[in-house]
């Protein structure tokens, strides 16, 4: 059984540039939540996707987007690189409710020049 | 808004040490709590969930405890290993938050032979 997956596992952009981040649930998982973690912190949300509607956003600027396809795996997109924006993007996913463990995929450590 | 603090932000220890790391929240309206591990440069792997309802969870060498009224958990780690060295990480969730977690900024644990 494949666990959470995400590509590319690294990535280097410069600043005002766009990236898009993929991920593809754990089976049987239809919510997936995307997190960025900058050095040396914990990781900070994002938004979340269930039945490929954004359900919730934390405070992130409209610069990052998202998209869930019907299979479930999901897009983050990053518009106008900023250089504050080099981090590791972890994607999770679970059930659906809010008592479900998240499982965490290995990320994306994005660097912007 | 949820805050969640983690003491210490780092700790060294022999092997064979048993250990304690403390989580607090702001809020106590939580649905569960979780601790994690991540190893440098890496995803989560997720140790233990305690649903709000719960006092402990216990896997192997770990064990943690949650006081919702107070709100605190503690990451009871027995006879460490120089394996065990790694960022430990706390998250909550809760509120209408569907799953979505709030994290502490980790304490890195190293455990010297």
């Known amino acids: 059984d494949a666990g959470v997956t995400q590509s590319p596992t690294h990535l280097i952009k410069t600043r005002g540039q766009q990236v898009t981040l993929r991920c593809s649930p754990k089976?049987?998982?239809?919510?997936v939540s995307w997190y960025q973690q900058a050095l040396g912190q914990g990781p900070q949300f994002i938004f979340q996707?269930?039945?490929?509607?954004?359900?919730q956003r934390g405070n992130f600027p409209d610069r990052f987007s998202g998209h869930q396809f019907p299979n479930y795996s999901s897009e983050l997109n990053v518009n106008a690189l900023l250089l504050g924006d080099s981090a590791l993007y972890l994607c999770?996913?679970?059930?659906?409710?809010?008592?479900?463990?998240?499982?965490f995929g290995s990320g994306t450590q994005l660097s912007v020049l | 808004k949820q805050e969640v603090t983690q003491i210490p932000a780092a700790l060294s220890v022999p092997e064979g040490e048993n250990l304690v790391l403390n989580c607090s929240f702001t809020?106590?309206?939580?649905?569960?709590l979780q601790w994690f591990r991540q190893d440098p440069g890496k995803g989560l792997t997720s140790l233990l969930l305690?649903?709000?309802?719960?006092r402990e969870q216990t896997s192997g060498r770990l064990n943690a405890s949650l006081d919702k009224s107070s709100g605190r958990s503690t990451l009871y780690i027995a006879a460490s290993q120089p394996g065990d060295s790694a960022t430990y990480l706390c998250?909550?969730?809760?509120?209408?938050?569907?799953?979505?977690?709030?994290f502490g900024q980790g304490t890195i644990l190293t455990v010297h032979p």
């Open positions: 999770a996913s679970s059930s659906g409710t809010a008592y479900e463990k998240l499982f």
């Open positions: 089976s049987g998982h239809d919510t």
């Open positions: 996707y269930y039945e490929e509607e954004e359900r």
């Open positions: 809020d106590s309206a939580i649905y569960n």
């Open positions: 305690i649903q709000s309802s719960q």
């Open positions: 998250a909550v969730s809760g509120g209408t938050s569907y799953g979505k977690l709030t």
